[in-house]
């Protein structure tokens, strides 16, 4: 359990280097990648600002990405990794995907579709399921959103 751990903040510090540069282009700063058979097969931040597109959210991002390195839109034995919970968007995205597991650091109290607003994946109803770990350098995750929002008022 200890080495997982230590692997899901190794790649958590690299989820939190996207947030940071999406943050630096005043993007909402939320980074996250995708891991497959223990290599790092994308990884991107927030992008909607930029883009206006309001499904430029790191985890769609990130899972676009996966998609086409891999040649297929689902990544099976994939763990997603991003700062923030995510949204209902994005977990529908995750369940689409197929992905294995999703590790994410800070709650997201007002749209968080795991274990705050909403908890999509407590629902039988879908036809997939991943597992599930939160927490992972939240503090670290939820100051980039602090520092954030903080700057800007």
């Known amino acids: ?16 280097e996207e ?21 790092i097969i ?3 931040g927030n992008s909607s600002i930029r883009d206006n597109d ?8 990130c899972l676009r990405k996966a998609c086409r390195a ?17 949204c209902v968007m994005c977990v529908g995205s995750m369940i ?6 999703l590790v994410y650091g800070a709650v997201e109290p007002k749209t968080g579709a795991i274990e705050s607003s909403f908890r999509m994946m407590d629902e039988n109803c879908h036809n ?3 597992e599930i770990r939160s927490g992972v350098l939240a503090e ?9 929002f903080a700057s800007k008022r």
Do not use: W
């Open 54 to 61: 309001p499904t430029g959210h790191a985890e769609v991002i």
């Open 42 to 44: 994308s990884r991107g």
């Open 96 to 101: 689409q995907a197929r992905i294995e597991r």
């Open 140 to 148: 670290s995750c939820k100051l980039l959103m602090t520092d954030f």
């Open 1 to 16: 359990m200890e080495n997982v751990q230590r692997i899901d903040e190794h790649y958590m510090s690299i989820a939190i």
């Open 128 to 130: 997939h399921r991943f």
């Open 19 to 39: 947030a940071e540069m999406a943050a630096a282009v005043g993007e909402i700063p939320v980074g996250g990648l995708v891991v497959l058979n223990g290599k």
């Open 70 to 86: 891999i040649g297929n839109y689902r990544i099976p034995g994939a763990t997603l990794y991003v700062t923030l919970e995510p």
